[in-house]
């Protein structure tokens, strides 16, 4: 299991992608996680959440994109141009912030010069950058628009009942991942953040039914272990833009720490991520993904990120939060500033971190900066026992 | 943050500078000679501005009296908002006790008047928790106003959601950090549905509501049509200049388009800025019967446009390497308006405001039309390559103005079009504009030098055979 999540979390190129192709299936790719992938399940399409993992260059992505771009969506495009996403069907690209936006542009013109990279599919999902009021019926339009694009291009039909069972199906994952989060909850953590984060990073890479088979499987094989190994270490929370480095948290925990949960754009934020079962499915749909703020993109909402953030330090029994950003991300890089500031307020030591994104290359830097943190928080809790 | 820097308001030091700078009007030359040895800095700005005549001396007055509003909005028992560059600021002139302040135009007067331009205030956002990649425009006049060394900000409203998400995100930390309330318009990608016009007349209304809740005022009626009337008529201005700058060699001088887009920023709507324009017309004209080029030396070599911003990391160091080699300056895209009668827009439907002062409801509906059409929020909100975005502007604007070449000019903080700036630059390339791209930041000379970006710009026009 463990593996097979490691593999998912780490990988493009996937045995059970490949299983799905090879029985007709489609795919679809994804760059936000404010889309509506209940949508595509509903039209039996596999949507996989667009990633540049892999990349170990970036010669596009510099073609295409100015030096002063986010490296997250210059990797996807590097890995379009090396034609590794060749088997998807679709794309989807959404607005999440301006250079993930434009790589809408940069993809289409990189494939006038590169062939075959652009798949027929390809579609703009327009985000508002507000939670509620008229937003709501904007992304209610969009959620439809894109319904109608796949049920025209893919030749498949979105019924109301399909979109339920997708909603279904998809909170039962939802459901096991905040069962993971509740074993991560546990002091002692019951499951080490590698783990847990491939795990929650594999859920929007790998087919559902079989993620959701196997993370049931890894949460009962977790339950019944007998002995901790992890008791002692001091507990930390990482938070800030997209991240799906599971070697960035196994270096956390090479520090002598333990990741007890993540606020990164991947795995669910609060228990109640869930979508209504019962109401009109594109409504429910559009109150769960668009509600919550979830991310800086939407602006003025930072009070109540900080307030879900803050929830979740709290039942994790987090000893240190680590606000880590991609380089030219303003939107996390300025939210992570006053994140530090007010949970620093009130007593959780925090840290930035600025990366750039794909294979650690700053590894020592980023090791020395973790392994200060840590020592401090260890130092700090030394302190405090010695006290009379 | 040099703490000498604290002694002194940002706003009252504008003030003062402007306010001092219009007694010059009738100084023989030595006494203002004898004045600017005083001022050793601000003379990169004020001697190449005092040289442009009537208008600079109406853009001074006009920009003593907006930043004389702003140090005495507290004693006139008036809330000071902040606000962005690309958003009309007509609608906060038709509450009786706001005052607008916009960080962009406060970033650039620094580093066009001070020797460290506004490096110190840039730095305490960073030190503040403010991202050090975020856009300078915001960053510089920001970190004043966070640092206590400005008015005191009561509420945050602006427009760049959709469009410039750095921009907003600065407004968004502003407002967060200093604990006030925020409003940002947002816009869709898109531009001229009826669905997305419907989405920006709501929003717009929401502002409305903000701006009352805030304030404590109900708009006056009377008086938002006759800042919309005005508008009109600067618009009608504007489209005057624009259409005399389609002229070879081009009447318009180059610094006056600074003029114009500054005072939009900040006095649209206000008389002051349609006197302005007047006296500005009135000697493009006379330019343009002579035929005369605007160009000090009255030669013009080359006609240059500026696709994206100015830079005013040194002075007016820009204009004055133009003029010096015979460089026209055509405008940027904070130059233009779209009211419906510029003559790049007319015809193109859905991407134009008409003013309409029926009622109260058509005046709102026309500052939502007027605000999703400034120059970003229309131009590069979408695909840059979609009708009507970016490349299409620029080659009509290029096109009816006879560039002999494009010039890309930014800040490294400029998410939006540094991920796309690659693709314009060859596009334009392809249609057969020698395209230059400046690596430099057009508020923070730190970045680069603004002798680099001139030694790099004269390898461009001289290479590409265009002087």
């Not at chain 2, 427009?159 to 407002?175: I, P, Q, R």
Request: proline share 4%; glycine share 8%; with cysteine.
């Amino acid at each position: 299991m463990k593996t097979a999540f490691y593999d998912a979390a780490t990988n493009i190129d996937l045995d059970s992608v490949r299983a799905w192709k090879e029985k007709g299936g489609k795919v679809v790719g994804y760059t936000c996680s404010f889309l509506p992938t209940e949508v595509f399940y509903a039209a039996d399409i596999l949507p996989i959440r667009l990633r540049g993992v892999g990349a170990d260059s970036m010669e596009i992505g510099d073609a295409y994109y100015g030096p002063f771009a986010c490296t997250f969506p210059k990797a996807v495009l590097q890995l379009a141009g090396s034609e590794k996403y060749r088997f998807l069907d679709g794309v989807v690209i959404s607005n999440g912030c301006d250079s993930m936006r434009r790589l809408d542009e940069c993809w289409r013109k990189m494939s006038e010069d590169i062939s075959d990279t652009l798949p027929s599919f390809f579609h703009y999902f327009d985000v508002p950058h507000k939670p509620e009021g008229y937003a709501v019926i904007w992304y209610m339009d969009q959620v439809k628009k894109l319904m109608d694009s796949v049920e025209k291009h893919f030749g498949r039909s979105i019924s109301d009942e399909n979109l339920k069972t997708a909603i279904r199906k998809q909170n039962q994952v939802r459901k096991s991942l905040w069962e993971l989060e509740r074993l991560r909850a546990f002091d002692p953590a019951k499951i080490s953040g590698t783990e847990a984060f491939a795990s929650i990073v594999a859920s929007t890479v790998m087919p559902r039914d079989t993620y959701a088979e196997l993370l049931l499987q890894c949460i009962d094989t977790v339950n019944q272990k007998k002995d901790n190994p992890l008791g002692g270490r001091k507990r930390i929370f990482l938070g800030g833009s997209v991240c799906d480095a599971v070697e960035l948290v196994a270096l956390i925990e090479k520090a002598g720490a333990v990741v007890v949960g993540e606020n990164v754009c991947f795995g669910p934020r609060n228990e109640n991520d869930l979508v209504d079962e019962d109401a009109n499915p594109i409504e429910a749909l559009t109150r769960t993904y668009l509600s919550g703020s979830a991310c800086p993109r939407m602006f003025g909402w930072y009070k109540a990120r900080l307030h879900t953030i803050t929830e979740r330090i709290k039942a994790l029994k987090v000893d240190g939060v680590i606000l880590q950003n991609i380089r030219f991300c303003d939107m996390h890089g300025t939210e992570n500033g006053l994140l530090e500031r007010d949970l620093e307020k009130i007593g959780i030591p925090s840290i930035r971190i600025e990366r750039e994104y794909g294979p650690l290359t700053e590894t020592g830097r980023l090791k020395m900066r973790v392994n200060a943190f840590v020592e401090q928080l260890e130092s700090k809790s030394n302190h405090h026992e010695a006290m009379p | 943050m040099r703490p000498e820097l604290l002694e002194y308001n940002l706003d009252w030091l504008f003030a003062a500078t402007f306010n001092i700078a219009k007694k010059t009007e009738n100084a023989t030359e030595k006494e203002l000679a004898r004045l600017l040895q005083f001022a050793p800095y601000d003379s990169g700005l004020l001697t190449p501005l005092l040289g442009l005549g009537k208008p600079a001396i109406t853009f001074i007055d006009l920009f003593g009296e907006y930043y004389s509003n702003i140090v005495n909005a507290k004693r006139d028992g008036k809330k000071v908002v902040m606000t962005t560059f690309c958003f009309d600021p007509s609608i906060f002139y038709a509450v009786n006790n706001l005052v607008p302040v916009t960080l962009e135009i406060g970033t650039a007067l620094t580093s066009m008047l001070w020797k460290r331009g506004s490096y110190d205030f840039m730095d305490f956002c960073t030190e503040v928790g403010f991202s050090e990649t975020g856009c300078s425009s915001q960053r510089g006049a920001m970190g004043a106003y966070l640092a206590g060394a400005g008015a005191k900000i009561d509420l945050v409203a602006l427009n760049m959601g959709g469009v410039c998400d750095t921009n907003a995100n600065a407004y968004s930390f502003a407002a967060q950090y200093l604990n006030v309330p925020y409003y940002g318009l947002d816009y869709p990608s898109q531009l001229t549905t009826e669905e997305v016009r419907r989405y920006h007349y709501k929003d717009y209304r929401e502002l409305i509501q903000f701006i009352e809740t805030h304030t404590g005022c109900k708009f006056d009626i009377d008086r938002l049509r006759e800042l919309l009337e005005e508008k009109k008529i600067q618009d009608a201005l504007l489209d005057e200049i624009e259409e005399m700058q389609r002229l070879v060699p081009n009447p318009v001088p180059g610094l006056y388009h600074i003029l114009i887009y500054a005072s939009r920023y900040i006095y649209s709507g206000r008389k002051k800025y349609t006197k302005m324009l007047r006296e500005m017309v009135e000697i493009i004209r006379k330019n343009a019967a002579e035929g005369r080029s605007g160009l000090n030396s009255g030669v013009e070599k080359c006609r240059a446009f500026l696709i994206y911003i100015d830079n005013y990391s040194l002075n007016v160091g820009m204009w004055d390497w133009f003029d010096q080699n015979g460089i026209a300056h055509m405008g940027n895209i904070l130059s233009r308006t779209f009211s419906e009668k510029a003559p790049y827009t007319t015809g193109i439907p859905g991407t134009t405001y008409e003013i309409n002062t029926r009622d109260f409801e058509s005046m709102i509906d026309s500052l939502a039309d007027i605000n999703a059409r400034m120059p970003m929020t229309r131009t590069i909100r979408g695909p840059y390559d979609a009708p009507n975005m970016w490349l299409e502007d620029t080659l009509s604007l290029a096109g009816i103005y006879n560039a002999d070449c494009c010039i890309y000019n930014g800040t490294p903080g400029c998410r939006n079009t540094w991920s796309n700036v690659k693709l314009i630059t060859r596009d334009l390339e392809k249609y057969g504009y020698p395209t230059h791209l400046v690596y430099a930041d057009s508020f923070d000379g730190r970045v680069e030098s603004w002798d680099t970006t001139v030694m790099r710009l004269d390898e461009f026009f001289r290479i590409r055979g265009l002087l």
